[in-house]
T-cell receptor, first 115, second 115 residues
Framework: AQSVTQPDIHITVSEGASLELRCNYS??????LFWYVQSPGQGLQLLLKYFSGDTLVQGIKGFEAEFKRSQSSFNLRKPSVHWSDAAEYFC?????????????FGAGTRLAVHP | EAQVTQNPRYLITVTGKKLTVTCSQNMNHEYMSWYRQDPGLGLRQIYYSMNVEVTDKGDVPEGYKVSRKEKRNFPLILESPSPNQTSLYFCASSHIAGGRYNEQFFGPGTRLTVL
């Protein structure tokens, strides 16, 4: 069965430090992968997505993610974190089971940013 | 503006009192879906609909009902809410195109508390 694992429940970084959030997926075919962000009290915002092609994907707000098929990973990175990046981040994989769009989400990683 | 709307945004109710959370989209999407978000579990799909009068269970359908009488609306019904249905609920919609993923658009979320 398809699944997504985010090994880190909470991460704390200092403002200006680099960030890497881990995501591992289990999916039989070529996956469609996503990162979403949920700021406190807000809905879900799509940060970036990978469908095919270049394995390094650029997203909004200065985020990027790298697809590594050999490691079944799609880690999210940012070179310099801002206080406004404090939020919960979800990795997801799209499943085409039954011909429809189903997103399978990881449990999320809550990011805290220290000044 | 293309959007998915949900109402109410916040709701506190008591055990056993029937409630409906509405979801509406203005993008003429065929596919609509409900997810619930719980700490440590990410988002899990409750029900989905491929088109008018076509609905099916997701991963956690127990205690919920849906209907799809019009293409734009997909209400979530809790006939007899229980405290374990306290959660954050998201509605999502997308087009359906065979063989490929279509981006899902999410509503702002409905925070439900069942006492």
């Amino acid at each position: 069965a398809q699944s997504v694992t985010q090994p880190d429940i909470h991460i704390t970084v200092s403002e200006g430090a680099s960030l890497e959030l881990r995501c591992n997926y289990s999916y039989g075919a070529t996956p469609y992968l996503f990162w979403y962000v949920q700021s406190p009290g807000q809905g879900l915002q799509l940060l970036l997505k990978y469908f095919s092609g270049d394995t390094l994907v650029q997203g909004i707000k200065g985020f990027e993610a790298e697809f590594k098929r050999s490691q079944s990973s799609f880690n999210l990175r940012k070179p310099s974190v801002h206080w406004s990046d404090a939020a919960e981040y979800f990795c997801a994989v799209a499943s085409f089971s039954g011909g429809y769009n189903k997103l399978i989400f990881g449990a999320g990683t809550r990011l805290a940013v220290h000044p | 503006e293309a959007q998915v709307t949900q109402n109410p945004r916040y709701l506190i109710t008591v055990t056993g009192k029937k409630l409906t959370v509405t979801c509406s989209q203005n993008m003429n999407h065929e596919y609509m879906s409900w997810y619930r978000q719980d700490p440590g579990l990410g988002l899990r799909q409750i029900y989905y609909s491929m088109n008018v009068e076509v609905t099916d269970k997701g991963d956690v359908p127990e205690g919920y009902k849906v209907s799809r009488k019009e293409k734009r609306n997909f209400p979530l019904i809790l006939e007899s809410p229980s405290p374990n249905q306290t959660s954050l609920y998201f509605c999502a919609s997308s087009h359906i195109a065979g063989g490929r993923y279509n981006e899902q658009f999410f509503g702002p979320g409905t925070r439900l508390t069942v006492l």
